[in-house]
């Protein structure tokens, strides 16, 4: 069976740059019927695990396209995203995933411009990551992080991307805060929100 892993902080934490009320529907409502959605689909399925619960990846990786990849991929990727942002976030990188970010991008301000325009321009609902290349991809020479955008419940994994951090620009994610204002919920996630230890831990991983 799989469960609602609990908040890394209190559902007020975040406040005033999200406020409690969205994370009560973020987390609450949304995170929460992924979960339930999911082991109704998985009820009679004992394909892996000591439960006989799959593990979101293998259903990410190997479920195909439909309800089951959505509801486990959108599982694991809100519970990414929680981990993604913190109410000590914000600042600078530092180490090997600061001097990653300078040969990927040129710079930090780069990399925080390119996630802004990609998240900002992502159409419709979806995902903004920061992945370390898949080795068949980084193989061509070009750098070794990458700012992707995926749609709906898409996952960079699927593609043999390591997921760094990522942003939900899903509506439900901002617009109790933001409304349609989808550059400032950026700007506020970058300057004060963004986890860059998460993804350091990731990126060293």
Known sequence: MIELPALPYPQNALAP????????FHYGKHHAAYVNNLNKLLANDATSGADGTPSLETLITNAG??????????????????????PDGGGEPNGELAAAIDASFGSVD????ELTAKACGNFGSG????VRRAANDSGDGGPELAVVNTDDAGNPIVDGHQPLLTIDVWEHAYYLDYQNARPAYMATLL????????????YAS
């Open 65 to 86: 396209p439909g309800a089951v990849f959505n509801n486990a991929a959108q599982v694991w990727n809100h519970t990414f995203y929680w981990q993604s942002i913190n």
């Open 17 to 24: 740059h999200i406020s409690e009320r969205t994370l009560e």
């Open 127 to 130: 995902w903004t990551w920061l």
């Open 110 to 113: 780069n990399l925080r411009t």
């Open 191 to 202: 300057e004060h929100l963004i986890n860059w230890d998460f993804a350091a831990t990731n």
